[in-house]
């Protein structure tokens, strides 16, 4: 399977808690996405890698999530002392990286679930 | 701040009954306006990528037009395995983020 791959696909915690999601991208797209996504909205954006650089963070970001992708290879998003409204489907996408191109055709992994008590 | 808003949010058609679905949006200066269609449980699928006003592009029984302040999803002669939820996003100049609408959701009844 080479598409965009997430674990887990569905995590249930305890609010406070933290829980972490991992994305394996398409193996040679160099920019990484994160989404989030609640019912019945269209997917939010978080944060955009290229390759290892972070380069453009929501400003609605708490700091309580954190991005990273070591090597510019795969991405973990974690959240800390999570919070009910904290609970969505966060979707990874990437894309291949063509210069200065206006490349909006994204790919998107089947998200990770996240329920928080 | 980027805005994109889709109407109607739902959408109920007979097998055969075309349409179209509206996306308008506001950004300062519009790098592309893309179409996505997302099932239930997955995560959104690419269809169209738009750049200028007047452009159009097609897809089977779908196909997207763009003016300076929407882009419009037409979907001829529906069949019930288009039912989904189609998404329209816009990106910014000088971003590389999509500004996603909320969707509409499609159910063709056969």
């Known amino acids: 399977d080479t598409g965009v791959s997430q674990n887990p696909r569905h995590k249930i915690t305890k609010r406070g808690q933290n829980v972490t999601f991992r994305c394996d991208p398409i193996?040679?797209?160099?920019?990484l996405y994160w989404y989030r996504q609640t019912l019945g909205q269209g997917p939010e954006f978080l944060t955009y890698f290229q390759n290892e650089a972070q380069l453009e963070k929501s400003r609605l970001l708490s700091d309580r999530f954190s991005a990273e992708r070591p090597k510019g290879s795969f991405s973990t998003l974690e959240i800390q002392r999570t919070e009910q409204g904290d609970s969505a489907m966060y979707l990874c996408?990437?894309?291949?990286?063509?210069?200065?191109?206006?490349?909006?055709?994204?790919?998107f992994g089947e998200g990770s679930r996240l329920t928080v008590l | 701040e980027d805005q994109v808003t889709q109407s109607p949010e739902a959408l109920r058609l007979q097998e055969g009954e075309s349409s179209s679905l509206n996306c308008s949006y506001t950004?300062?200066?519009?790098?592309?306006l893309f179409w996505y269609r997302q099932d239930p449980g997955k995560g959104p699928e690419f269809l169209f990528t738009?750049?200028?006003a007047g452009e159009e592009k097609e897809k089977e029984r779908l196909k997207a037009t763009l003016t300076k302040k929407e882009s419009f999803l037409h979907i001829t002669a529906p069949k019930p395995e288009d039912s989904a939820t189609y998404l329209c996003a816009a990106m910014d100049t000088g971003r590389r983020a999509l500004t996603f609408g909320s969707g509409t959701r499609l159910q063709v009844q056969p």
């Open positions: 193996s040679e797209h160099n920019r």
């Open positions: 738009l750049y200028s």
């Open positions: 996408a990437s894309s291949p990286f063509l210069g200065q191109a206006a490349t909006g055709e994204l790919f």
């Open positions: 950004v300062s200066g519009l790098r592309g």
